[in-house]
């Protein structure tokens, strides 16, 4: 069974997904930014989510996840728990 690991931001508006997602592309920390502004628990920690398997997310994250290319952060991507960037930081297939 295929694996990914990410991390990612959560936050409650489009438009501070974009903002932040800008801040990150110009250079910014992408750990940092997660501990300052996520409003998930997993900011604490930088936003890591550890590694999971397909189905452990709501759908439109595991659809990110287990599609888009490692490294390159995504987003936003809205969920019922609000817009989140999001960073897979690996994958197994």
């Known amino acids: 069974m295929a694996t ?3 991390r990612h931001i959560l936050v409650e508006t489009q438009q501070k997904c ?3 997602k800008k801040q990150i592309e110009a250079g910014a920390d992408f750990a940092e930014m997660a501990r300052k502004h996520s409003k998930c628990p997993s900011g604490r920690q930088g936003g890591d989510l550890g590694t999971f398997g397909p189905g452990q997310m709501v759908k439109e994250f595991d659809e990110v996840v287990f599609s888009a290319e ?3 952060v995504q987003g936003p991507v809205q969920t019922q728990f609000g ?7 690996s994958r197994t297939a």
């Open 4 to 6: 990914a690991a990410a």
């Open 18 to 20: 974009e903002d932040l």
């Open 83 to 89: 817009y989140h960037l999001v960073e897979v930081t």
């Open 70 to 72: 490692v490294g390159k």
